[in-house]
C-alpha cells in the first residue's frame, strides 16, 4: 500500500531554534515536495527532489533547507525558526511524470 | 500570480446535486490533475488528464479540460456529505514537469 509518512505530527518550537520535518515513502517514487498550507494561500512548494541527492527551490524557500539522503526520505530544515512559519507543512511523492502523487497526513509547526 | 487558480472559492450544494469546480491555468501543460482535501487529512488525488483528452471520468467525477482556453472543471454527480472538501487542481511545471503547483482551492459543503 503507497504510504507517505511524516514525523512529527506536531511540533511546538521556539523563535531561533532548529527544526528539522522529516519525511518517509515506500513508494518508491523518484520525485518528493514540501509544501506549506496557510489559509488563503492554498498549497505553496518549499523544496522538491527528483531523486536521492537532489534538492531544488520552489516557490518559497527562504528561511528552509532540504535534505534528500536516500530515495526514501526527503527532511525539510529550518535553521532558524521565525513564527512566521507556523504553518502546515506537507510532504508528497510522485513518480517521475507525477502520474501518480500521495500526501503525508501533515505536520503541524507552531513557532513560538 | 498563481499558475493554477480554481474558481468559485467556495460552494454549498444539498446532497444528491451536482456541481462543477473550475480551474484556468497559465501555462502550457502535459497534464493537468485534481485532488480533494478533506479537513485533517493530507490531498488525495482523484484524477490526472492529459493535453490530449477532452474528458476522463471516475466513478461520479467527470474531469474535462480545453487547452485552447487553459481551463478545466471538475463535476461532481449525485453528491454526498462526505464529498465535502478543498478541491484543488494542479500542474506540473518546469521542463521535466517534476515541479507540481496548486492553485489556492475551492471548498465545496455538501449539506444533507
Known amino acids: 500500500e503507497a504510504a507517505v509518512t511524516q514525523s512529527p505530527r506536531n511540533k511546538v518550537a521556539v523563535t531561533g531554534g532548529k527544526v528539522t520535518l522529516s519525511c518517509n515513502q515506500t513508494?518508491?517514487?523518484?520525485?518528493m515536495y514540501w509544501y506549506r498550507q496557510d489559509t488563503g494561500h492554498g498549497l505553496r512548494l518549499i523544496h522538491y527532489?527528483?531523486?536521492?541527492?537532489?534538492?531544488e527551490k520552489g516557490d518559497i524557500p527562504d528561511g528552509y533547507k532540504a535534505s534528500r539522503p536516500s530515495q526514501e526520505n526527503f527532511s525539510l530544515i529550518l535553521e532558524l525558526a521565525t513564527p512566521s512559519q507556523t504553518s502546515v507543512y506537507f510532504c508528497?511523492?510522485?513518480?517521475?511524470?507525477?502520474?501518480?502523487?500521495?500526501f503525508g497526513k501533515g505536520t503541524r509547526l507552531t513557532v513560538v | 500570480s498563481q499558475l493554477a487558480e480554481e474558481n468559485p472559492w467556495a460552494l454549498s450544494v444539498h446532497e444528491g446535486e451536482s456541481v462543477t469546480v473550475n480551474c484556468s491555468y497559465k501555462?502550457?501543460?502535459?497534464?493537468l490533475q485534481w485532488y480533494r482535501q478533506k479537513s485533517g487529512e493530507g490531498p488525495a488525488q482523484l484524477i490526472l488528464?492529459?493535453?490530449?483528452?477532452r474528458e476522463k471520468r471516475n466513478g461520479r467525477l467527470r474531469a474535462t479540460l480545453d487547452t485552447s482556453s487553459q481551463s478545466s472543471s471538475l463535476s461532481i454527480t449525485a453528491t454526498r456529505c462526505e464529498d465535502t472538501a478543498v478541491y484543488f487542481c494542479?500542474?506540473?511545471?518546469?521542463?521535466?514537469?517534476?515541479?507540481?503547483?496548486f492553485g489556492t482551492g475551492t471548498l465545496l459543503s455538501v449539506k444533507p
Open positions: 513508494n518508491n517514487h523518484n520525485n
Open positions: 527532489s527528483y531523486g536521492a541527492g537532489s534538492t
Open positions: 501555462t502550457s501543460i502535459t497534464a
Open positions: 508528497a511523492s510522485g513518480d517521475v511524470a507525477n502520474t501518480e502523487v500521495f
Open positions: 494542479a500542474t506540473p511545471y518546469g521542463g521535466s514537469g517534476n515541479k507540481l503547483i
Open positions: 488528464i492529459r493535453s490530449n483528452e
